[in-house]
C-alpha cells in the first residue's frame, strides 16, 4: 500500500516521458513523410533532407544544402509545424495534399504557409518533391537573367 504512491508517480513521469516520442507519429503515411522531412529541415540536416526528396534532378545535394544553409526561415517545431493536414487526391505513386505549415526565423515573429504538396511514392514511402521545399523555403523562385550588352564597331 505504501509503494502505491510511488507506483503511480513513476507511471506518470513514465508516460510524461514518452508523450513527445508518441506525438509526432502520424496516422497517415504520407502526412508523417511531410513530418519528417520538415523535422529534417528544421534541424539543419540539409543532406539527408535532399535524400529523401523527389524529383532533385534539377539540383545538386551541395547546391541544396548551400541555398538550404543560407534561408533564414525554417519550420516551426513540434505542433505548430504542421496543420490541417488534407489529402486532396491519390493515386498508387502520387498524392496532393493541402497542409499548413508553421514557419520561425521569418520577417513576422510566428507565421504559417498554407497550401498544396505533391508527395511521390519511390523506393517503398512517400517523399516530398524538391520543389516544395524550395518553394516554401522561398528558393525556388525565377531564374536571373543577364543582360547582355552588344558592342558596335563603326
Known amino acids: 500500500m505504501r509503494l502505491m504512491p510511488l507506483y503511480a508517480f513513476f507511471c506518470c513521469c513514465?508516460?510524461?516521458c514518452a508523450a513527445p516520442v508518441l506525438a509526432d507519429q502520424r496516422n497517415d503515411p504520407r502526412e508523417q513523410a511531410l513530418s519528417?522531412?520538415?523535422?529534417?529541415?528544421?534541424?539543419?540536416?540539409?543532406?539527408?533532407?535532399?535524400?529523401t526528396l523527389s524529383h532533385r534532378s534539377g539540383?545538386?545535394?551541395?547546391?541544396?544544402?548551400q541555398a538550404m544553409g543560407e534561408v533564414t526561415e525554417r519550420p516551426a517545431c513540434?505542433?505548430?509545424?504542421?496543420?490541417?493536414?488534407?489529402?486532396?487526391?491519390?493515386?498508387?505513386?502520387?498524392?496532393?495534399?493541402?497542409?499548413?505549415?508553421?514557419?520561425e526565423g521569418g520577417p513576422g515573429a510566428d507565421d504559417s504557409k498554407s497550401r498544396e504538396f505533391t508527395l511521390d511514392h519511390e523506393e517503398g514511402r512517400w517523399k516530398?518533391?524538391?520543389?516544395?521545399?524550395?518553394?516554401?523555403?522561398?528558393?525556388?523562385?525565377?531564374?536571373?537573367?543577364?543582360?547582355?550588352?552588344?558592342?558596335?564597331h563603326h
Do not use: P
Request: with cysteine.
Open 59 to 65: 539540383m545538386t545535394r551541395e547546391r541544396f544544402t
Open 128 to 152: 516530398m518533391r524538391l520543389t516544395d521545399i524550395k518553394a516554401l523555403a522561398g528558393t525556388g523562385g525565377a531564374k536571373r537573367r543577364t543582360a547582355h550588352h552588344r558592342t558596335y
Open 14 to 16: 513514465l508516460l510524461l
Open 78 to 103: 513540434c505542433f505548430t509545424k504542421l496543420r490541417n493536414f488534407r489529402l486532396i487526391s491519390a493515386g498508387r505513386t502520387t498524392a496532393k495534399v493541402y497542409a499548413q505549415i508553421g514557419m
Open 36 to 51: 519528417d522531412a520538415l523535422d529534417l529541415w528544421h534541424e539543419g540536416r540539409f543532406e539527408q533532407l535532399y535524400d
